[in-house]
């Protein structure tokens, strides 16, 4: 990216001697790989807003995280698999039906997010609850939560390699899948737990609303650029990266422009995803990956 | 800042209040009186004795008294009250919306920022942590008081006395305090103490914009961050004085550090702790913690006997 200018590196002495950043680095880091590989899926499958859905669900598992006294991680998680098991409960295989039940499950767990927060704010310390699960905290985030944070990535990592055939193939000609053998429910249930942990795992870093912006920017970028799903994923795991670094980088720097007060590291981050996006081009790629695989 | 939430509550309170009957007086010969936090409504009850009913709103010591939210019932406590003692400088700036929409000619309001003169742009509206503000609190409510009830003013005025008299034990501590502990450097997680702990003499060395990020509960700068942990992991504090009613991870992060690195940590509360204190003894007790911390290295977690709730507050 064109940020990383020397003159801008210079001023921000201590950048990699700051414990904070040490965990935003690893815990977004590897947050950012997740989403943008499972993202590609998502983007296939034509599952951008059940995305969504489980993101801004999952903020209901942060919030009684905080008020049970639990990692946010575990609750992030938790909430995000619940939904997903749900929506494969309803099976609704029609992509209309699909997005109507994942808007009204979006909606009850945004209400029992509201009730958590309530909670967090009137009956507990926590009065940052709101901010820190809605929009992140990555400087906050305890360290001990960087190890099990990787430890969930690396599983993500291993069932997008298990599941990438499969899902693509099911991505481009269920029939033909099923007639192939494959179990598409059952494929499609695993897709969606890895989708969970992509998605508990932005959430915890840049906070449930943003983390669509990591799941769904990078990978719509990446299948403009490549019209294969190999570089495809290539691309959009360097985006999500690039993004997420260069946004704590920025974060950390902004320390310096505005009278020590620094700006939100989730605001930089989806500013640049979001230019990413913008620099893509207007190619229908996705057609043409679409077309690509089945050649 | 869940601001925008808590407005719009307000504005759904205000409506109700138009349904309300406004009924400000002294029913049963007493006056009616309100202060917002508990430690304003310990000073009018000292003040006002008998012959005053005073109602605390904000008293859970467990919880962060800016994100306070607000029912009906303590709308129409706050509207019926015939004095009210609210902090400003928009801690308690809910409470204000509620007083403005139910006007009534009688009533008398104490409003701590305004009487001290502070503008809006000051950064810490902990006032009561400051002595050299207490005293002109508490006379502004004696006045009030005999305003509101001028056949007992005499009784009024004998009791701020003595309640004036009594700070003395306070600001005797501070001098105490000041004099054998000059300059001593501290930590802290947000401005809560901060009056006291300037009047105390001692320097705060954490940046004053990580206790703004902490007391707003905004995304603080990792700079800020590295900050603080050096100044407990190298021993550059003799005590982390800590809000205990604001904790976050980040928080009890600094807090682990310091514990970790056997920096004497000592809890400081945003209300008055109950039951067991009156404003009075509150603050001494601070001051005492803060005395042991530096001269002995003690730490003190809760002013609370152990059964209260735990440290973090948590909900179970």
Redesign the interface.
Known sequence: MAMFSPAIFITTA?FF?????HV?LAIGGSAAVVSAIVGVFTVLRAQSFAGHALADISSAGGSAAL???LP?LVGFLAMAMLAAGGMEVVGARQIRERDLVSGVVLGAGLGLTALFL??D????????????VMFG???????ETMIPALWVAVLALVMCVLLYRPLLLIAIDPDLATIRGLNVRLIGLLYLLTLSIAVALSAMTIGAILSTALLIGPAAAAIRWSCRPGPAIIIASVIAISATWGGIFL??D??YWTR??????SFFIVTIIFLAYLASGRTTALARLRRAITA | MILWRKQAGVAALVLMLFFATARCGMASGLIDAVGIENQYANIIHQIGGNFVSVTAIITNPNTDPHTFEVSPKIVSKITSASLIVENGLGYDAWANKIIEAAPSRRRRIVNVQHLLGFPNSAPNPHFWYDPKAIPVVAKAIAHDLATLDPAHAAYFDERWHRFDDSLQAWTAAITSFKTRYPDTPVAVTEPVADYMLQALGTIIETPFTLQLAIMNGTDPSPQDIAAENALLREHKVKAFVYNRQVMTPLTESFLNTAKKNGVPVVAVYETMPTPGYDFQSWMLAEIHALTKAVAMGTSTESLLPASAPPPTGRLF
Do not use: K
């Open positions: 201590g001697h700051n414990s904070a950043v935003a008020l049970f006294g946010p309530y909670l704010i009137s009956m507990t310390t926590a009065s940052n609850a709101a901010n820190m905290s990555m400087f906050t985030i305890a360290p974060a950390y902004s320390f020590n007060h620094g700006w939100p590291v």
